[in-house]
């Protein structure tokens, strides 16, 4: 079982940039597919990014396409997301989550396939 804990974020001027960071414990990060969701208050969770366990295969939706980017560093079992340009509509709690599924190269946007989940950080765009 793995433990999953975020951090990184906080309160930034639209247009800025952070950078999340989700450290693994309990288990070695590199066996699982990692995901970035967010939920802002009122909505549903949504999907961010998704890397897949060897970091070689990447997955956005649209809203992410261009301004965030997904990492990982299995050495230091922690997965990062970099998000530049942010927006006010990008006021969420961020979560990380981790999937096993076998394959290299394996990604989800289907936050329901995850199986573990981190506490989440607020990240707050400010106008």
């Known amino acids: 079982q793995v433990q999953l804990v975020e951090s990184g974020g906080g309160l930034v001027q639209a247009g800025g940039s952070l950078r999340l960071s989700c450290a693994a414990s309990?288990?070695?990060?590199?066996?699982?597919?990692m995901g970035w969701f967010r939920q802002a208050p009122g909505k549903e969770r949504e999907f961010v990014a998704a890397?897949?366990?060897?970091?070689?295969?990447?997955y956005y939706p649209d809203s992410a396409k261009g301004r965030f980017t997904i990492s990982r560093d299995n050495a230091k079992n922690t997965v990062y997301l970099q998000m530049n340009s942010l927006k006010v509509e990008d006021t969420a709690i961020y979560y990380c989550?981790?999937?096993?599924?076998?394959?290299?190269?394996?990604?989800?946007?289907?936050?329901?396939?995850?199986?573990?989940w981190g506490q989440g950080t607020q990240v707050t765009v400010s106008s």
């Open positions: 309990g288990s070695t990060l590199s066996v699982y597919a």
């Open positions: 890397v897949s366990r060897s970091g070689g295969s990447t």
């Open positions: 989550a981790a999937i096993w599924r076998p394959g290299n190269n394996y990604v989800s946007p289907n936050g329901y396939e995850y199986r573990y």
